[in-house]
């Protein structure tokens, strides 16, 4: 008996930066000093205005290498700490120069809230972060949050005050932050102009679709208590080859995209795949994530390819392709597409 090799034609698709397309996300940062007193504002040392701080390194490490999609933007934030350091901040930190306190309590009187911008495509969280009273008078220099207490390690921002803070005996610190992501693709597709690999074009406009609002979808809610982890937006993350493997999905449809805030209606061809995911080194802000559909997924040619859905959890939600044109996936062939997300501050 003789037994050979079953033959079949291999198409690989890369989706990277490096060939031109951007898909990036944006991150900035701001915050508001105030000191309190039995629960009351006393002063604001640097005025009313919101003032912009450092986004770290470890801020783009944690989202791309933590542990699991779900709140993973969130997480990133969760300790606000203090410190008397004096030291100039820089992307590298890892750690506040010299901390004092942290905390992960949050003010139950109001100010923890989101807004989206759905005419540029940003999203914004605001947390107002409550320390406790000191015990002894103290001046404060610098602050940052942290994915960790501290006082080593899981630093995201750090920001060496204008002047130092003066706290007394009683007083408190209350550290209001709103951070914003931008990701212009909800709003304006990007294109995709590659050439043909052995026959399938997979030239198009990529969007990342869903809703956009309070309630599911791409950004998920706050609640005034952050009962609510902002799991939607870990999803987000697993669409875009963040820390997680997603899944992608051969679809006839959509054929056009849906307009903001609305999720399309998909119809699959064949089953899902799941991603494989690169490995992470830190300081490169870059991730890919491969799919493959192989030669009996679907298990018949399909010749009505209209769009390529990549998502992690939430159903009509993700990051889709859709193609200019039909393309054809035969039962005798491997289709893999390549997708690079990249984040940096802005």
Known sequence: MNIFAHRFRETHIDLLNEAGIGFG???????????????????????????????????????????????????????????????????????????????????????????????????????????????????????????????????????????????????????????????????TPITVSLAAVNGFNISGSMKTCGLFNTTAGIFGTIAATDSSTIAAAGNYQGQMSFNSSGTASLLSAPTTFPAVNTSPAATGLGTTVTGSLASYTNGSFTRNQTWTWVPSNPSTTVSNVASIQFYDAVAGTGLYLILTSAQTKANTNTLTVTLSCTMAAV
Not at 41 to 62: A, C, E, S, W, Y
Not at 107 to 132: I, K, L, M, R
């Open 25 to 187: 996300i944006g991150v900035n940062g701001k915050y508001l000093v105030e000191v309190c007193r039995n629960g009351k504002v006393i002063r604001q040392p640097f005025g009313p205005r919101m003032r912009p701080n450092l986004i770290t390194n470890g801020f783009f490490d944690f989202c791309f290498a933590g542990s699991g999609p779900s709140g993973i933007l969130r997480a990133a934030v969760l300790y606000a700490r203090t410190g008397t350091g004096t030291t100039t901040p820089t992307n590298a930190d890892t750690q506040l120069a010299a901390q004092t306190q942290s905390t992960s309590s949050l003010f139950t009187g109001g100010g923890n809230t989101y807004s989206n911008d759905t005419v540029n495509g940003a999203w914004t969280a605001t947390w107002v972060y409550e320390f406790p009273a000191v015990g002894a008078g103290v001046t404060l220099n610098e602050a940052g949050l942290g994915s960790t207490a501290g006082p080593s390690g899981g630093l995201s921002t750090h920001v060496l005050f204008p002047s130092g803070v003066t706290l007394n005996s009683g007083d408190n610190l209350r550290l209001t932050y709103s951070i914003t992501y931008s990701i212009p693709s909800i709003i």
